[in-house]
């Protein structure tokens, strides 16, 4: 595509901390970061906060992007401010509807409106067990909206927790998914192994019941850290002789070596050197010359 006529995507933003998507600006050639735009998404229109440019954008999901219908308002962001304070009320009568219907281990989390007020989309999260007939709830809530298309969506537990917010498992004030998160990532035990981390639950484990987060910042330093260090229980040469390796320190790129007197001692990995090649030294050092008997060959016997 030619220069001139590439489009200005930008990444829009609907929530704190929330996903970033990309949008065609080429409409609104002004708009600046940090400024309000009102655009069209799947759950209606929205009102978004310009946060990037996007230079290099990945092709877009659906062909094209979609384009950013103009700048906000001070009107629309005064409307928006209105619907932001009925999405509460919606929760609330929410909760208290389906205590009252029994609805026993069903979690209304929150509620989005639609920046023109025309659809609301109740987020919610369920611990019964199987799948959970809604009807009931479902009319109820229309009743009392008549006026509203009214969506239900079931989220889960990472999702529960970046919504509802406060302290993380660690005793951090706002938890990673509340104040800087935009996407989870995929986080496996095996994280926590390679980092040498009790597997103990409340230690990797967070608000929401799944492995934290947080398991996956540093795992690839981890991982490239221990291809420079010899594994627990491998022999290894010091400056000090020989011994064995019985603990490793990846972020330090440092191992703990024991000797056979029982003695540990940390040393950096420069310091080391292969068993294996010591005794491979050894060995030749022991045979006789192949070539000569006597010596005085090119291999140094």
Not at 18 to 47: L, M, W
Not at 148 to 155: H, K, P, Q, S, Y
Not at 194 to 199: D, F, R
Request: proline letters at 6%.
């Amino acid at each position: 595509m030619d220069v001139l006529t590439k489009p200005l995507i930008v990444g829009v933003r609907f929530q704190k901390a929330g996903k970033i998507y990309h949008f065609n600006a080429s409409t609104c050639p002004d708009i600046q970061i940090g400024d309000f735009a009102v655009v069209e998404t799947s759950r209606g229109r929205q009102v978004g906060q310009v946060i990037a440019f996007i230079s290099d954008p990945p092709p877009p999901p659906e062909g094209t992007w979609k384009t950013i219908q103009r700048k906000a308002t001070p009107r629309d962001l005064v409307l928006r401010q209105i619907y932001q304070k009925k999405e509460m009320e919606i929760v609330v009568n929410c909760r208290e509807k389906a205590k009252e219907l029994g609805y026993h281990g069903l979690k209304i989390v929150a509620a989005e409106f639609s920046f023109d007020g025309e659809k609301v989309s109740i987020l919610y999260s369920s611990e019964m067990e199987g799948k959970v007939d809604l009807k009931r709830l479902r009319n109820a809530i229309q009743k009392m909206y008549p006026k509203v298309n009214i969506e239900w969506r079931l989220i889960g537990p990472r999702d529960v927790a970046k919504l509802m917010g406060g302290l993380g498992a660690c005793g951090l004030e706002n938890r990673c998914c509340s104040q800087f998160l935009t996407e989870f990532s995929p986080i496996s035990i095996k994280m926590a192994k390679e980092q040498g981390i009790s597997l103990t639950p409340t230690e990797i484990t967070g608000m929401c019941g799944r492995l934290r987060c947080c398991l996956v910042y540093e795992y690839e330093q981890y991982v490239e850290a221990r291809k420079q260090l010899p594994k627990r229980g491998k022999q290894v040469v010091t400056p000090q002789g020989e011994g064995k390796v019985v603990d490793v320190y990846p972020l330090k790129l440092s191992v703990v070596v024991e000797f056979p007197s029982g003695i540990q001692k940390e040393f950096p990995v420069n310091q080391l050197e292969p068993w294996e090649e010591l005794q491979a030294l050894k060995a030749k050092a022991q045979s006789p010359c192949q070539s000569n008997g006597n010596g005085g060959c090119a291999c140094g016997k």
